[in-house]
């Protein structure tokens, strides 16, 4: 037996217990269900979130860095509601840095809206009003102190060459910076009003809040910084001036590094680790911040330990069951995802660390699953690509439906974008190895058209999975859970009819 599989053995005991015998064969969130223990836990909201990871976090969920889905919409977002976004590597560092200067300045409580001026036509409101959950615009002057608000049922019949001051409305809730969830869910219940807007002293705009926004403020904790700053990560890649960009952004207020690449168990990642490693240090004495590494994407307890010993806090884990990757089918490489979260989870927890669950989920029963077996944090991406803060335009098919493009990060459209100011020879060289898919519709489902909605519904199962196992906190859970294997009938036999089948 080696090293590794000696401490992943002598682990065992620590973490997640099977309920018979452990198969010789590996697992995906499919193949296993979880069993209920006995339990003295009596609400949902009696279970702490916050993530194992080091990064301690409110809420154990990550955005995955794919440019179709993470921008500063979605990074404010989760943000607020206790998890973070990894803005993608794919952007230059002046972009990146304005993202990131604008995350730290949005509101922590307040929503941050979509404002346009009065002179704004109609049909221009309506095309930003998507790009935020809450179905309004606010109209500000040029001090941004607000003069009304634009909601779709306001423009219904309206020539869209119309300015909205035609028809905004002006009797808005106004409250004040300190007033909490519950004053806000009360004022707007008791005029019947959708959305508060909330200003400053002289009058200028700070955000705005629904009342589900309200319920969820009162919830949730927001992911904050040493300075009481919405918390933002940063992927940097391993390929060109890696170092460069650590430094530049670490500056810029990245909270977190993110060096991934599909094969992360190689040597160029160990050596971009090996390089970024003292600029993270070097940043770390001069201001007291310390920005973790994440590092990644390996299967084996083999490649989680030898990125760890190159300087890496968290690891990221999993190759090829995302939604949008091709790798397995092109490559025959990967591993089923939940057996790949459990033996890296062991060989990280071994030597003080942690891992990301990257990919494979789709459900909320798979987030509970990947941390029972040991994730510090699921990163999740193409379940947030069909949302209203996804990075994407909105578009819409013949039946109406609403829809986002979303694409893979090694497919020929990524590809384009990486290695945009190389010649056009190597560029197209390039072109002519992908894995991953280019174009894919993600439909909004209509129940849940924002991350928010989905998030409500994930930590809604997890923390049901926790009560279940009889955990108060992750650690607790990843201790208590009892893991069963099943056949695929057995994974149908759980799955709800959304009709008879009579």
Not at 164 to 191: C, I, Q, R, Y
Not at 380 to 401: K, L, N
Request: overall charge neutral; proline content about 4%; glycine content about 10%.
């Amino acid at each position: 037996m080696n090293a590794v599989a000696a401490i992943c053995a002598a682990l065992d005991n620590g973490h997640v217990r099977f309920l018979t015998n452990r198969p010789a064969y590996d697992l995906t969130y499919h193949d296993v269900f979880m069993a209920p223990n006995r339990s003295t836990v009596t609400s949902r909201l009696d279970v702490d979130l916050t993530s194992t990871d080091g990064i301690d976090l409110p809420l154990p969920l990550v955005v995955a860095n794919m440019t179709a889905i993470s921008g500063r919409r979605m990074a404010e977002t989760i943000a607020r509601r206790g998890g973070l976004a990894v803005l993608p590597q794919d952007i230059p560092v002046d972009v990146l840095a304005q993202a990131i200067t604008r995350v730290k300045a949005a509101p922590t409580l307040f929503e941050t809206p979509v404002t346009v001026t009065a002179s704004t036509t109609v049909g221009e409101a309506l095309n930003l009003m998507p790009k935020r959950a809450h179905g309004a615009v606010v109209v500000i002057d040029e001090n941004r102190v607000p003069l009304g608000l634009v909601t779709q049922s306001d423009t219904a019949g309206v020539d869209r060459y119309a300015q909205v001051h035609e028809v905004m409305t002006s009797g808005f809730a106004l409250v004040g910076p300190d007033t909490t969830p519950k004053e806000v869910f009360d004022t707007l219940s008791a005029n019947r009003q959708r959305l508060a807007v909330s200003v400053h002293a002289d009058g200028s705009l700070i955000g705005v809040m629904s009342a589900k926004g309200a319920l969820r403020s009162a919830i949730y904790r927001p992911a904050l910084d040493v300075a009481g700053r919405l918390k933002v990560a940063v992927a940097i890649g391993i390929s060109g001036d890696s170092v460069g960009r650590a430094g530049s952004l670490l500056r810029a207020g990245a909270d977190v590094l993110v060096l991934d690449t599909a094969h992360g168990h190689q040597q160029r990642m160990i050596d971009a680790l090996t390089a970024v490693l003292p600029v993270r240090d070097r940043f770390e004495a001069e201001t007291g911040r310390r920005a973790p590494l994440v590092a990644g994407n390996v299967v084996t307890a083999e490649g989680t330990s030898d990125l760890i010993e190159a300087g890496a806090d968290v690891i990221k884990v999993g190759v090829g069951p995302g939604a949008m990757c091709t790798t397995r089918m092109q490559t025959g490489v990967g591993r089923p995802q939940f057996s790949a979260v459990l033996e890296c989870a062991r060989a990280a927890t071994a030597q003080g660390r942690a891992i990301w669950a990257d990919g494979g989920v789709r459900y909320p029963r798979d987030v509970a699953l990947a941390l029972a077996a040991g994730a510090g944090n699921v990163m999740i991406g193409s379940w947030f690509a069909g949302t209203y803060e996804s990075t994407g335009d909105m578009f819409h098919d013949p039946d109406g439906r609403a829809y986002k493009e979303s694409f893979g990060m090694a497919s020929a459209r990524a590809v384009r974008n990486r290695t945009r100011g190389q010649s056009s020879f190597d560029r197209a060289k390039a072109g002519l190895f992908e894995e991953g898919i280019s174009s894919s519709k993600m439909y909004l489902d209509p129940q849940r058209p924002g991350v928010e909605d989905l998030v409500d519904w994930i930590t809604s199962g997890v923390r049901s999975s926790c009560t279940y196992a009889g955990a108060r906190t992750l650690e607790e859970f990843t201790e208590r859970a009892v893991i069963g294997v099943q056949s695929s009938s057995g994974y149908d036999e759980g799955r709800p009819l959304s009709t008879s089948w009579s």
